[in-house]
């Protein structure tokens, strides 16, 4: 279970059924329920400590406010969508996981943020999705786990194997290769024109009007063709008055 709050924290419980089960006769709840995560506790104050961060986000930070969470459980992976409309990612970190490259910035808005190390978090900032284009309607996540990718994704494999997608309020919609990280689609309302970094981006035409067609709800899923020798990464989203693959 996942709770974000006012004050810009973010806290995950275990609520498995197990934690109700009597570990002795005696003692028929050993343990709380639900059993709060502290090791996984987000807290925004880390970020707004830090000058890009702060560079870069699309409101004052007094009026930042937490919008949604969404947690890909496989790959530990988690987006947290601020009503400035920015989006920032975090990953799992562990002992055994090497420090995140540092590779040059391609996207205009996408801003890296994995310079940040929060000791006291098993989730570290990866990168922040600021695209200057208003309030988000609605995010999703990938759940595709380091275990589940290794068939897929040519070797060295790296930390962050799936995609984010995030569709605005004004119609547009993007998604996130989380490799690079890199936009790599872009669908633009028909009163927005803008199109950054058009030499990675695959232009698919326009997405509707911002009143009448915007994306509600989106959903990823992996399915394999025929024969099973290569799956294919299927992204699903759903207008207003249609749904679309």
Known sequence: MTTFT???FVRFYDISAQLLLPKSPGNPLSDDFPNYLSHLTIQFQDLLRDSIFMDSIAAPPQS?????V???PEALECAVVLNS???VVYYSSTNDDPQP???KQVDAAIIKLDHIRLPHSRFQPFFMLSAQRGPIETCAMSEIGRSSVLHLVPPPLTLFAGFLAVSYQDGSFM???MRGPAVIFLGESGKDKHQPHKSHRL?????GSPTHDNIKAM???ISPIQGGQLHIFYHIRARLNSTRL
């Open 219 to 221: 959903a990823w899923t």
């Open 70 to 72: 969404h947690l890909a």
């Open 85 to 87: 409309g920015d989006v």
């Open 6 to 8: 006012r004050d810009l």
């Open 64 to 68: 930042l406010v937490i919008q949604s």
């Open 101 to 103: 490259s540092a590779t």
């Open 175 to 177: 998604v996130v290769d």
């Open 203 to 207: 232009s698919l035409g326009k997405l």
